[in-house]
């Protein structure tokens, strides 16, 4: 039987965020990024090899794999070796 007082409604997830610096992957641009700072229930995210930041819902990302990791972490030393600003 319905609930009188109407349907229950959901409350959307949160998702406790990463320490300032984790690696996160957009799974709605599929990039990874670095946290940089949480505003507004958005979380900024810096690419790995520099440039613009970007933000994202935190329920539009998940935690890196190990090989993502791994590819960004090359990424970083690349541009680094190119003398790439970071």
């Known amino acids: 039987m319905p609930d009188e007082d109407g349907p229950a ?5 949160t ?7 984790s690696l996160v992957m957009d ?4 990039r990874v990024g ?3 700072r949480e505003r507004g229930g958005l979380w ?20 890196v794999t190990p090989g993502e990791r791994l590819r960004a972490e090359t990424t970083r030393r690349n541009a680094r070796s190119r003398g790439a600003l970071l």
């Open 15 to 21: 998702v406790p965020a990463p320490g300032l610096g």
């Open 9 to 13: 409604q959901q409350e959307a997830p």
């Open 44 to 63: 900024s995210l810096r690419p790995i090899e520099g440039g613009q930041h970007w933000t994202v819902a935190p329920a539009d990302t998940r935690p």
């Open 34 to 36: 670095e946290l940089r």
């Open 27 to 30: 799974v709605v641009r599929g």
